[in-house]
């Protein structure tokens, strides 16, 4: 995870980056800094379907058919597995919404 940003977070405060944190908009681009055009291409559609997993975006794709689909870009494509799980930290990170499989998806990755 060298290429990941580590946002410093102040426990005390109870502060956690912005940029580490749940968020309904999409993102617009890759969340780690990568030279890699596929995962510049792939972030914000996989951050879509994060967010359809949890239930903050509407689908009609089933929770299972979407954690399939995201494990099988992080198991397929390398340089994509660091920026799905740094999106799935933030996605779970002080989301409002606690849903079961949220820690699931993320224990998969």
């Not at 999409?26 to 596929?38: A, E, H, L, N, Y």
């Not at 914000?44 to 929770?63: L, N, P, V």
């Not at 299972?64 to 397929?76: F, H, P």
């Not at 660091?82 to 079961?100: A, F, G, S, V, W």
Request: with cysteine; charged share 25%; glycine share 4%.
């Amino acid at each position: 995870m060298d290429r990941v940003v580590i946002v410093v977070m102040q426990k005390s405060l109870g502060f956690v980056g912005v940029m580490f944190c749940y968020m309904k908009d999409v993102i617009q681009k890759p969340m780690i800094r990568t030279s890699s055009k596929v995962v510049k291409k792939l972030a914000a559609e996989t951050f879509r379907s994060i967010q359809a997993y949890m239930g903050d975006r509407k689908t009609k794709d089933s929770c299972m058919e979407i954690a399939l689909d995201v494990a099988v870009r992080g198991w397929s494509l390398v340089d994509l597995r660091d920026e799905i799980y740094i999106q799935l930290c933030r996605q779970t990170t002080k989301n409002p919404h606690e849903y079961e499989y949220t820690s699931r998806l993320l224990i998969g990755c």
